[in-house]
């Protein structure tokens, strides 16, 4: 992999003067909250508290030596992303009260660790008729329903924004293109994950997230999802995130009524993808000799064990109505049969749109590179990695059967 770009190193360059700003991130996380809140409803006391933990966040950024002029460009963006959406949607919904009133009935989160089959899994179901997942495009403006032209206007403005990750990196449209009109991950709605330490250590963030109270996060993408869908055709949300799978009783918590749709792989697999798509964010955010990929690995095969230890205990209460297992192995082997029967069990019914959908699914990776990547280079075995995962590699043979 290449370790940076013309266009990389010329950014860079450019952003130097406004580094000057990491000495402070404190008052750089207040000045973001007071031009969010301009001419628009305070934060709501639980939107308030919860945004504060991502002060971590902005300080982790600001105080790693070996963050990059646009790696601190880029972590301000993450957290006042995160900032703007709270401000946006709690400020429109006091505008409109009846935002409150619409239904979030019956959600389904697609979850598990990345290369499980969570993409085609998640756009299959979120592009049938009676379903809809967030796009790109209305994460990044979050807002009331907009008429055509507004709408062109909005895609291309995000179109525009993360074209810029494309120009930068010369792997990242390999391992997760963005596309401003289609489905994402609910990441870019909600301000927690265990994903923001990709670009940077933030050790400090992390251990807050294995202690706190993960349910305020959820109910404002409960509120965010009835924005979405206020002025909009009815439909049934499905939503993605690969640290989802990490808090499987706090989603049920806030949406009594979510199933869960967990695709499965072999771990040593799933996580070399993870630890190549976390050397590309680091790459982005930090200087060439500040990234290292045996720190990289051990940093990931920590993260996602523990959390898949804790969904796999969560998972025993919530039992297999609720959780609903998709082995990579059958999906991919025989979709045609494995997802009607998928869509069945929700309660969906499957037609011509979605078998369209699943050949158009079926060609889009040909005309793609493919994502190369080894546990390997990021210091790993595949030994060390079942041992850790043990308790999930037992379970995998029985959901295969």
């Known amino acids: 992999m290449s370790e940076t770009t013309p266009a990389l190193r010329l950014t860079n360059l450019l952003l130097t003067p406004g580094t000057r700003t990491r000495k402070d991130p404190d008052a750089v996380f207040d000045r973001m909250i007071a031009r969010a809140s301009r001419g628009r409803t305070p934060l709501s006391a639980e939107y308030a508290a919860d945004l504060e933990h991502l002060r971590l966040v902005l300080r982790a950024f600001a105080r790693f030596a070996g963050l990059s002029p646009l790696g601190?460009?880029?972590?301000?963006?993450?957290?006042?992303?995160?900032?703007?959406?709270?401000?946006?949607?709690?400020?429109?919904?006091?505008?409109?009260?009846?935002?409150?009133d619409e239904p979030?009935?019956?959600?389904?989160?697609?979850?598990?660790?990345?290369?499980?089959?969570?993409?085609?899994?998640?756009?299959?179901?979120?592009?049938?008729?009676?379903?809809?997942?967030?796009?790109?495009w209305e994460m990044t403006h979050l807002g009331l329903a907009v008429d055509s032209a507004t709408e062109a206007e909005l895609i291309r403005r995000t179109?525009?924004?993360?074209?810029?990750?494309?120009?930068?990196?010369?792997?990242?449209?390999?391992?997760?293109?963005?596309?401003?009109?289609a489905e994402e991950e609910d990441t870019f709605i909600r301000a927690h994950s265990e994903l923001h330490s990709s670009a940077v250590p933030v050790p400090e963030y992390l251990e807050r997230l294995r202690t706190f109270d993960h349910?305020?996060?959820?109910?404002?993408?409960?509120?965010?999802?009835?924005?979405?869908?206020?002025?909009?055709?009815?439909?049934?949300?499905?939503?993605?995130?690969p640290a989802n799978l990490f808090h499987l009783s706090a989603i049920r918590d806030v949406f009594p009524d979510a199933r869960f749709v967990w695709t499965h792989r072999a771990p040593e697999v799933a996580l070399a993808s993870l630890c190549s798509l976390?050397?590309?964010?680091?790459?982005?955010?930090?200087?060439?000799?500040?990234v290292d990929l045996a720190e990289t690995g051990r940093t990931w095969l920590s993260i996602m064990s523990r959390g898949v230890s804790r969904a796999l205990a969560e998972r025993a209460v919530l039992g297999p109505d609720v959780v609903l297992d998709l082995p990579y192995e059958?999906?991919?082997?025989?979709?045609?049969?494995?997802?009607?029967?998928?869509?069945?069990?929700?309660?969906?019914?499957?037609?011509?749109d979605d078998a369209a959908n699943l050949a158009a699914a079926r060609e889009a990776p040909r005309e793609r590179a493919p994502h190369e990547y080894s546990l390997e280079r990021f210091g790993l075995d595949r030994d060390e990695v079942r041992a850790v995962f043990?308790?999930?590699?037992?379970?995998l043979p029985a959901l295969s059967r």
């Open 215 to 241: 349910r305020p996060d959820y109910r404002f993408l409960r509120d965010t999802l009835q924005l979405l869908s206020y002025g909009r055709p009815a439909r049934r949300w499905v939503l993605k995130h």
């Open 390 to 395: 043990a308790g999930y590699v037992e379970l």
């Open 104 to 136: 979030v009935e019956a959600p389904v989160f697609v979850v598990g660790m990345p290369r499980t089959g969570t993409t085609l899994t998640y756009n299959m179901l979120s592009r049938s008729p009676a379903h809809r997942g967030p796009k790109l």
């Open 159 to 181: 179109r525009k924004k993360y074209a810029m990750v494309s120009r930068l990196s010369p792997t990242w449209d390999t391992i997760h293109p963005l596309f401003a009109e």
């Open 72 to 100: 601190w460009m880029a972590g301000q963006a993450l957290v006042e992303a995160r900032i703007r959406n709270r401000v946006v949607v709690g400020d429109l919904r006091a505008r409109h009260p009846r935002i409150a």
């Open 330 to 352: 059958r999906l991919t082997g025989d979709p045609g049969t494995v997802l009607p029967e998928l869509f069945e069990r929700l309660g969906a019914p499957w037609g011509a």
């Open 278 to 290: 976390a050397e590309a964010a680091e790459r982005l955010h930090r200087h060439p000799d500040a």
